[in-house]
Every structure is written in structure tokens, then in C-alpha cells.
């Protein structure tokens, strides 16, 4: 069973930064193209990156330059580093087992990111 635990989610002021974090279980990441997906508050779900098998990140152009997707294969672990916040990065983060462009794969619960001052 794919199991998705996400942590990390903040509030944080515009141009701040944070680390989010999804433990995985029931699967290796390292065998698995891993995504992060986001959904603001009213829209719909977006996917903002993906790390592939061979561990190339694949970014948005909403995000490009400002996150970066990385994985701990020993920890069985996905993480998401946020830079230079703004306001319109507010959203629950999901991560998810899943390929570039697709939203459509197991995810986890959610983790919070508000950026407001």
C-alpha cells in the first residue's frame, strides 16, 4: 500500500523560505518518479514538480528558479525546498507518486503553506 505523509507546511512572510517533507511507505521513491502538486484556495489541483527516476527535477514555470524537488532514497524521503515566497504560493502541498504533468497519482494528506505578512 502507497503511503504519503507530508510535513513542513508554515505560515511564513512574503520572500521567506521553508522545507517541506513527504515520507513515503510501501514503495521505493528511487523506483518511482515523484511529484509535488499544489491547490490554492478556490482552484483546482496544479502540479508544480517533478523528480524522475534518474533524479532530474522538472519544474513549473510558476516555481522554476524558486523550489527545488531533491529526495533521501535512504530515507525514503521526498522534499520540496521553497525560496522567495510570495503570496500566491498559498496553498495545501500534496505530494504524490506521479510523472511530470500528472495529478492524478496517490497522494498524502496535504501540508499547509500560507505566505502573508
Known amino acids: 500500500e502507497v503511503v504519503l505523509v507530508e510535513s513542513g507546511g508554515d505560515l511564513v512572510q512574503p520572500g521567506g523560505s521553508l522545507t517541506l517533507a513527504c515520507a513515503a511507505s510501501?514503495?521505493?521513491?528511487?523506483?518511482?518518479?515523484m511529484s509535488w502538486l499544489r491547490q490554492a484556495p478556490g482552484k483546482g489541483l496544479d502540479w508544480i514538480s517533478t523528480?524522475?527516476?534518474?533524479?532530474?527535477?522538472v519544474y513549473s514555470e510558476s516555481v522554476k528558479g524558486r523550489f527545488t524537488i531533491s529526495r533521501d532514497n535512504a530515507k525514503n524521503t521526498l522534499y520540496l525546498q521553497l525560496n522567495s515566497l510570495k503570496a500566491e504560493d498559498t496553498a495545501m502541498y500534496y505530494c504524490?507518486?506521479?510523472?511530470?504533468?500528472?495529478?492524478?497519482?496517490?497522494r498524502g494528506q496535504g501540508t499547509q503553506v500560507t505566505v502573508s505578512s
Open positions: 523528480i524522475t527516476r534518474l533524479g532530474k527535477g
Open positions: 504524490a507518486k506521479s510523472s511530470v504533468l500528472d495529478i492524478n497519482g496517490p
Open positions: 510501501g514503495f521505493a521513491i528511487s523506483d518511482s518518479s
